[in-house]
Nanobody, 119 residues
Framework: VQLQASGGGLVPPGGSLRVSCTASGRILRINNMGWYRRAPGKQRELVATISSGGTTNYADSVKGRFTISRDNAKNTVYLQMNSLKPEDTAVYYC??????????????WGQGTLVTVSS
């Protein structure tokens, strides 16, 4: 199973950006999917998660600005980021809880995509 993230880039403060992440390979089902980020000099932190049924959870720092969504048919999770701030600058990583057989579930991570918020 592989997770491929895309959509990062440079955006000015107050701007918007959408990143996406698609899982491929031997996938029976995907349970929770999520986005994490690691800012320069900081530890990785949770940004948002979404269950297979669409229940979402957000870090306080992004509530009201970021929206996580998913397309189960495409095994893809999205993160729409609005009103971006310089402190949102980080490498964003996606992850997914993938059921590969009836009795086996593993957590996979994408390679990360860099989001830079700067004028």
């Amino acid at each position: 199973v592989q997770l491929q993230a895309s959509g990062g880039g440079l955006v000015p403060p107050g701007g918007s950006l959408r990143v996406s992440c698609t899982a491929s390979g031997r996938i029976l089902r995907i349970n929770n999917m999520g986005w994490y980020r690691r800012a320069p000099g900081k530890q990785r932190e949770l940004v948002a998660t979404i269950s297979s049924g669409g229940t979402t959870n957000y870090a306080d720092s992004v509530k009201g600005r970021f929206t996580i969504s998913r397309d189960n048919a495409k095994n893809t999770v999205y993160l729409q980021m609005n009103s971006l701030k310089p402190e949102d600058t980080a490498v964003y990583y996606c992850n997914a809880e993938v059921v590969v057989t009836t009795f086996n579930e593993y957590v996979y991570w994408g390679q990360g995509t860099l989001v830079t918020v700067s004028s």
